[in-house]
Each structure stands twice: as structure tokens, then as C-alpha cells.
């Protein structure tokens, strides 16, 4: 059965504090490993698809990385704005569109 | 312009009730679904339409029955409501998968509370 764990669960930093979150995934077959962004009282936001280990992507403050075991969601220099509940999901290889997702990082970044 | 919107975004009911959520997307998505976020914040997915054809149904309770009128609405239905039905659901919709451009659309959720 594939499996999504997050870490830390909960992180607090400072405005500026940079700062890392971890995927660690164990899937039949890695199709894509997504991020998405949820604030409180809504729906899960895109953020990022990975495809293959080695691949990065990148936008504003975040940048995915992805090996064959996880997924580091770098945040640099962070803002107040950031702070969400940052969930990463799996899909596995024929498995239709079916994703399975970790249980978030709550990120909390104070001025 | 919503792309996804489903209501109501509150449901408080009693046990034994029977209830709905409609959702629907107007990003022109062959592909529909329904999560379910439990109390941790564990966002499990329970069933997935492409163009009206039912393709995903994670092992979810006989009560829970989806209905899709359209490729555009995807409702849910719930029967004989149980307290452990509380939770918060979400709709979403994307393209159909295998176009690497897959990514899921979410709805602002349903907050159903079963007293």
C-alpha cells in the first residue's frame, strides 16, 4: 500500500528563518508526487508536480526537490504569508487518478 | 469566478439523517472526485468520475452514494448519517490523468458535523 509521511509535523519560524520540509513516500512505482498548500477553512492549493529523482521546481520562496525516496519543500527567507498547512501526495503508476496524501506540515512563520 | 464551488460549506445534522453535497466546476474538467479530510487533517480520496463514468471507489460505506448528472456536477449523497461521518469534505476536479498537467482543483469544502 503506498504511504506518504511528513515532517516535521509542526514547524514555527522567524521571518527570514529558511527552513525545510520532508516527504518521505514508499509508492509501487512513482507516477508524480505533488505539493499542495492549505489554509485554514479551504481547499488544498496547487503548488508543485514532480515527476522524476533529480527534478526541481521552483516558485517565489518554495523550491521541490525529489529523490526516489522523498521530497524536500524548501522555503527560503519566509514571510508571514506562508504560513499554511503544506500536504505532499503520490500517485502511483496505474492507479488512475488516484492521489495519496501525507498528513501536512503546519508551518507557521512569525514576524 | 469560482472554479470549484460546493455546498453548503456547513452541514450540522443528527445521526440517521440522510444528506447531500452538490459540487460543481466550471474549468471544463473531464475528471471529478471526493475527498474526505478527517479531524488530523488526513485527506483520503473516496470516489473519482471521469465524464460521468465512476473509475475510483476507495472502499467507502454503501451509504455513500455519488451522482453525476453532468461531467460538470458531481453531488453526494450520505445515508443514515454516523457520528464517525464527521469530517470535512472536499470536492476537486482536474483533467484526466496521464496528461501531466493533472493537478487537482479543490473546492472550499463541506464542514458536516453528525450530533
Known amino acids: 500500500e503506498d504511504q506518504v509521511t511528513q515532517s516535521p509535523e509542526a514547524l514555527r519560524l522567524q521571518e527570514g528563518e529558511s527552513s525545510s520540509l520532508n516527504c518521505s513516500y514508499t509508492v509501487s512505482g512513482l507516477r508524480g508526487l505533488f505539493w499542495y498548500r492549505q489554509d485554514p477553512g479551504k481547499g488544498p492549493e496547487f503548488l508543485f508536480t514532480l515527476y522524476s529523482a533529480g527534478e526541481e521546481k521552483e516558485k517565489e520562496r518554495l523550491k521541490a526537490t525529489l529523490t526516489k525516496k522523498e521530497s524536500f519543500l524548501h522555503i527560503t527567507a519566509p514571510k508571514p504569508e506562508d504560513s499554511a498547512t503544506y500536504l505532499c501526495a503520490v500517485q502511483a503508476a496505474g492507479t488512475a487518478s488516484k492521489l495519496t496524501f501525507g498528513t501536512g506540515t503546519r508551518l507557521q512563520v512569525t514576524l | 469566478d469560482t472554479a470549484v464551488s460546493q455546498t453548503p460549506k456547513y452541514l450540522v445534522t443528527q445521526m440517521g439523517n440522510d444528506k447531500s453535497i452538490k459540487c460543481e466546476q466550471n474549468?471544463?474538467?473531464?475528471?471529478m472526485y471526493w475527498y474526505k479530510q478527517d479531524s488530523k487533517k488526513f485527506l483520503k480520496i473516496m470516489f473519482s468520475?471521469?465524464?460521468?463514468?465512476?473509475?475510483i471507489n476507495e472502499t467507502v460505506p454503501n451509504r455513500f452514494s455519488p451522482k453525476s448528472p453532468d461531467k460538470a456536477h458531481l453531488n453526494l449523497h450520505i445515508n443514515s448519517l454516523e457520528l464517525g461521518d464527521s469530517a470535512v469534505y472536499f470536492c476537486a476536479s482536474s483533467l484526466p490523468f496521464g496528461q501531466r498537467n493533472e493537478k487537482l482543483f479543490f473546492g472550499s469544502g463541506t464542514q458536516l458535523s453528525v450530533l
Open positions: 474549468l471544463g474538467h473531464d475528471t
Open positions: 468520475y471521469n465524464n460521468k463514468e465512476l473509475i
